[in-house]
């Protein structure tokens, strides 16, 4: 018995320093894996940030987009205005052609007339000159008597008639040539400018157009190149969420924590606002959009198994099991009174029942990863007459 003892405390010696060669190893292991955490915060902080950036970025495109789509309508408007314009003009210049037309053959049929008209003063200018004019003293001279008179006054007088009547109208078909000839020429050409101006400004618009739709199709193919940077942002910050969940469960593994058997509740965390914290943890999800949609509380980091407190006194209004809360997992609210509620999801397992009175710091469940969540951490959220309001502002 004597020889046994040194064996014995050798052996115990070796024991201790075995365990303190592990402890010595987990240890060194827990600070590499919470510097491995610090490290994916770190990072997943950045590509919020990022996310930020861009989804402005991207609302600031969307902006210019619709105001250059409101441009193109304009314009767009502007064209068909023009157009309705340049198709009357071009109706009134098929008109003023069409009389164009009946004007030249009029004018031609005048022409015909003003011919044999001139032909015909020429025959009568030749008669005159070969015959000569008779005055009036060689008619008085040469009459027989006043019926004879009489009648050579009236032939003269017809004679003279008629050479002024064909003069006046070679003279009038003269002018109205001449005025037809103008008038037309006039209308054509105001027509036919109107027509070259309005053409113009339609290719104006067009080409202001195309240069407006072409900026729009770059902006579209901007945006779109924002969108896809924006999801594989999204994609990067979910694979971090995962794997700062699965960090801090391998930290909480090594450390001895499992979901199976529930850790004590520990000291109550006290803040500035009316509400205890429900369970003492780093918040890695704050209130506020997050990947696109709203995000209505915070997530606070702890190990599967974790008690859970209610935030204040009050009643259990709601008490729903995974499958029934739509991603919440186990999820329960508690109503304080005042239009003041809290909410806490992902439980593992409840600890009241529904109706049931609470204090405040009374356990009533336990954190777990139950419903739509990448690792252990319980969701907190705070509503104000039924509306999520962010809970850092009350704990």
Known sequence: MVKTRPALAALLGAVAAALLVLLAASAASAEDLESKLDAKEAKLAKVHERHGVLTTTISGYKKRISKLTGEVAALRGQEAAVRARLDAKQAELDRAVAELGVAKKRLVAMRARLKRALVALRERLVAIYETGTPDVLSV??????????IDRTEYLNHIRGMDEAVVGRVRDLRDQVKRTVFRLRTAKNRIEAARDAIAAEERALAGARAAVQQRQSALVRERSGRVAALKKIESTEEDLDGDV??????????????ASAPLPAGPIRYGSGQLIWPVDG???STFGMRWGRMHEGIDIAVPAGTPIRAAASGSVILLQSDGESGGYGNFTCLDHGGGLQTCYAHQSSFAVGSGQSVSQGDVIGYVGCTGHCLGDHLHFEVRISGAPTDPLGYL
């Not at 969940?245 to 499992?258: R, V």
């Open 245 to 258: 969940a699965a960090i801090q469960a391998e930290l909480a593994a090594l450390l001895g924590e499992t």
């Open 282 to 284: 780093p918040v890695v």
């Open 140 to 149: 008085i001279v040469g009459a027989d008597g006043y019926d004879d008179l």
